[in-house]
């Protein structure tokens, strides 16, 4: 899987997940659910890796996630490789700088009838997923979500909460492919810049798509 479509997969489903708050509930479940009512603005940086079937790594990358709700969220891949991806609440737009090139989409047909459709803070989790805590010996509170709806493009998120939020969370998709993202220096509710959501393509690159500039 390329770096573009396990972003566009991460999308999908972190814009949704990556929203709680750092609350003293009991337990996973119970932190999952509490960002539906807590956290506005989200700021962090990860490390994203990629396994494959075979548990060989074959994809590594890092940078920084910004997420404003409801619906604008920023993925900046600073390593091994530049990229952007920039939601500002109409169009996601997809920068690869190495290509020179930005793919546009309309958001809501990219995130229709995925996970992120819960950032409005209107479903509960246990509505579209089935949800059971995990037993751990790591001082970290596990959840895991298997989706409810059959065609999902994925088959199981899993995720960590410490005593800051939210550590680390595991997607599988339906390949038997995981990717894993270490999460640090989380901020929440913080002040974010007036033009984080708001990309303007590079002068010189193609723009693939209905920009609506």
Not at 25 to 36: G, P
Not at 134 to 149: F, N, Q, R, T
Request: net charge negative; proline share 5%.
């Amino acid at each position: 899987m390329t770096v573009k479509k396990c972003s566009l997969a991460l999308v999908a489903t972190l814009t949704m997940l990556l929203s709680f708050s750092s609350s003293a509930a009991d337990s996973a479940t119970d932190k999952l659910n509490v960002f539906v009512q807590s956290v506005v603005t989200f700021k962090a940086n990860f490390k994203q890796t990629v396994i494959d079937p075979q548990g060989q790594v074959v994809e590594e990358a890092q940078g920084q996630f910004l997420l404003e709700r409801p619906g604008k969220f920023r993925w900046d891949y600073k390593e091994p490789y530049p990229q952007q991806i920039v939601a500002d609440g109409q169009r996601i737009w997809f920068y690869d700088a190495d290509l020179e090139q930005v793919t546009v989409q309309l958001q809501q047909e990219v995130l229709a009838d995925t996970p992120a459709t819960l950032l409005s803070g209107e479903d509960l989790p246990a509505d579209k997923y089935v949800l059971t805590d995990i037993p751990s010996d790591d001082g970290m509170a596990w959840v895991k979500l298997v989706p409810k709806e059959v065609e999902s493009n994925f088959q199981t998120v899993t995720l960590a909460f410490g005593r800051h939020g939210l550590g680390q969370m595991v997607m599988q998709d339906s390949f038997g492919q995981r990717t894993r993202l270490v999460f640090h220096q989380v901020q929440e509710n913080v002040e974010l810049g007036k033009d984080d959501f708001v990309f303007i393509p590079p002068v010189g690159v193609d723009v693939v798509g209905d920009s609506g500039l």
